[in-house]
């Protein structure tokens, strides 16, 4: 295990949620860590300073393997992780706030504290075909998941949050 004061915590099907969670690490550098949701354990976050959850709307709610590993880890993190920064990318194929609502609630139980605005990324999927589709992230979106990988990392080593 790497210490890096930010823990990018990430899950994806069609790859736009990997494609943020890799340009967030890229803009945090040395000072962030790059993790797949089912090889998180609670030693990573628990050596983490701050996190970036990055992950897809399924059914209008959390991808399953994300929400698996908040279950699979609530308990034994709980009353460790609190004061603790979080931000996160949903990748959506609607509106999104399902997915950032429940994934909210879940950091509210931690204790943890947002400091970055939701990123929600609205690919307007709606048919199987485009649900299932590999997703090409715009752009102007990788930018914005890299500018907010470089700011909770330089925020956090500075102490600010």
């Known amino acids: 295990m790497t210490d890096a004061p930010l823990l990018i915590v990430w899950h994806s099907r069609t790859g ?22 089912e090889a998180a354990e609670a030693a990573d ?16 709610s959390l991808s399953g393997a994300m929400k698996e590993m908040f279950d699979r880890l609530y308990y034994p993190l709980l009353k460790r992780l609190e004061g603790r920064a979080y931000a996160s990318i949903v990748a959506a194929g609607s509106d999104g706030s399902g997915a950032q609502r429940q ?10 504290r947002r400091v970055a605005e939701p990123m929600i990324v609205n690919f307007g999927a709606q048919t199987p075909e485009a649900i299932l589709a590999a997703k090409t992230v715009p752009s102007d979106s990788l930018a914005r998941c890299r500018d907010l990988g470089a700011a909770l990392a330089e925020g956090l080593a500075q102490g600010l949050f």
């Open 45 to 60: 976050l628990l050596s983490a300073q701050g996190f970036l959850f990055c992950g897809p709307e399924n059914l209008a």
């Open 103 to 112: 994934l909210d609630r879940i950091a509210t139980g931690w204790r943890l």
């Open 16 to 37: 736009a949620s990997e494609a943020m969670a890799r340009a967030a690490a890229a803009g945090a550098g040395e000072g962030g860590r790059l993790l797949r949701c």
